[in-house]
């Protein structure tokens, strides 16, 4: 063997090893990364956050066919003023019909609320996180029509689903298990909002009564992901079986009752700096059966598919 030969065969051997040096090390690094205690809590007071989110409900035949699908998509700010305060404005709401009509609803657009971490969600009037029901009593679209019973909740709903999945799952609780005890990648809880009953009803058409109750809710911390060019947790979150019943009273004494079973489940993207919640999904599952006097009763099946999206 020549000595060109065992110079290029001392350097491809010198090369393999700093090759397998690197990989071990990196290897290791990464274990060491993925396997230390996370802190998820303690959203950082900081600028003013945008977010898109978008909900569509697709309505299903009981042979299974599509009947329909509708979107509201809703882009909502944040502005933090404390850990535990921040006040929400809705700068724009659009409801997109079965025909692809887009609809927009005025009266949301500028409207501000405060959430407080601090308070329970029914405290304040049997008003959940503070959303005034008066706010939509009467909702009318652009061209003045009002929105019926069932599509205003859908609306009102949107801004419900937001501060369950950011504010609730995605932040720490006032009771014993949340998202604090999360700590490792695969662990899993079970969450405080498990089997709780919050109300449902809205303004004077969906009457008090109405409530919805969860199943077992559970978290799991699943992994790291990267969003927004940010390193983020995965939390997923499962409703277990959930029920609910509503009572709506579309006109003076002519009552409408439903009830029916949800299952929801999704995950959350927290920024592991921040706090704040990146990204977000639900997928849902809703069976119901409506009884209306002096007709059949009627069943329904419905998926909802849910993104929020931080559009900072």
Same mark, same amino acid.
């Given at each position: 063997?020549?000595?060109?030969?065992?110079?290029?065969?001392?350097?491809n051997?010198?090369?393999?090893?700093?090759?397998?040096?690197?990989?071990?090390?990196?290897?290791?690094?990464?274990?060491?990364?993925?396997?230390?205690?996370?802190?998820?809590?303690?959203?950082?007071?900081?600028?003013?956050?945008?977010?898109?989110?978008?909900?569509?409900?697709?309505?299903?035949?009981?042979?299974?066919?599509?009947?329909?699908?509708?979107?509201?998509?809703?882009?909502?700010?944040?502005?933090?003023?404390?850990?535990?305060?921040?006040?929400?404005?809705?700068?724009?709401?659009?409801?997109?019909k079965?025909?692809?009509?887009?609809?927009?609803?005025?009266?949301?657009? %500028?409207? &501000? /609320?405060?959430?407080?971490?601090?308070?329970?969600?029914?405290?304040?009037?049997?008003?959940?996180? #503070?959303? *005034? +029901?008066?706010?939509?009593?009467?909702?009318?679209?652009?061209?003045?029509?009002?929105?019926?019973?069932?599509?205003?909740?859908?609306?009102?709903?949107?801004?419900?689903d937001?501060?369950?999945?950011?504010?609730?799952?995605?932040?720490?609780?006032?009771?014993?298990?949340?998202?604090?005890?999360?700590?490792?990648?695969?662990?899993?809880i079970?969450?405080?909002?498990?089997?709780?009953e919050?109300?449902?009803?809205?303004?004077?058409?969906?009457?008090?009564?109405?409530?919805?109750?969860?199943?077992?809710?559970?978290?799991?911390?699943?992994?790291?992901?990267?969003?927004?060019?940010?390193?983020?947790?995965?939390?997923?979150?499962?409703? %277990?079986? &959930? /029920?609910?019943?509503?009572?709506?009273?579309?006109?003076?004494?002519?009552?409408?009752?439903?009830? #029916?079973s *949800? +299952?929801y489940?999704?995950?959350?993207?927290?920024?592991?700096?921040?706090?704040?919640?990146?990204?977000?999904?639900?997928?849902?599952?809703?069976?119901?059966?409506?009884?209306?006097?002096?007709?059949?009763?009627?069943?329904?099946?419905?998926?909802?598919?849910?993104?929020?999206?931080?559009?900072?």
């Amino acid at each position: 063997m020549n000595l060109s030969k065992i110079c290029r065969a001392f350097i491809n051997s010198l090369l393999l090893l700093l090759f397998m040096c690197t990989t071990i090390y990196s290897q290791t690094d990464v274990n060491k990364f993925l396997g230390q205690e996370f802190d998820l809590t303690n959203r950082i007071v900081d600028t003013i956050h945008d977010f898109q989110m978008e909900t569509k409900v697709i309505l299903y035949a009981p042979d299974g066919k599509r009947t329909g699908a509708e979107v509201f998509k809703l882009l909502l700010q944040a502005q933090p003023l404390t850990k535990s305060k921040t006040k929400y404005t809705c700068k724009n709401y659009q409801w997109i019909k079965n025909d692809s009509a887009i609809v927009s609803i005025p009266s949301l657009e %500028g409207w &501000s /609320y405060l959430f407080n971490k601090d308070i329970d969600a029914n405290e304040e009037k049997g008003q959940l996180f #503070g959303i *005034s +029901h008066s706010q939509f009593e009467n909702l009318k679209d652009e061209k003045g029509n009002i929105l019926e019973p069932a599509k205003t909740y859908f609306v009102y709903n949107t801004f419900i689903d937001f501060h369950s999945i950011c504010d609730i799952f995605g932040r720490e609780t006032n009771e014993d298990n949340g998202i604090q005890n999360l700590k490792t990648i695969g662990q899993k809880i079970i969450h405080s909002a498990s089997f709780s009953e919050p109300p449902v009803n809205l303004g004077s058409k969906i009457k008090e009564g109405s409530k919805f109750k969860n199943g077992e809710i559970t978290l799991t911390l699943k992994g790291i992901g990267y969003i927004n060019n940010q390193p983020c947790a995965i939390v997923g979150y499962d409703s %277990g079986e &959930s /029920y609910f019943k509503m009572i709506i009273e579309p006109m003076p004494n002519f009552t409408v009752n439903t009830v #029916g079973s *949800s +299952h929801y489940f999704g995950d959350i993207y927290i920024n592991l700096k921040s706090k704040w919640v990146q990204k977000a999904d639900l997928t849902e599952f809703v069976v119901s059966e409506t009884t209306i006097p002096g007709m059949n009763k009627i069943s329904t099946a419905i998926e909802r598919q849910l993104s929020i999206r931080m559009l900072d």
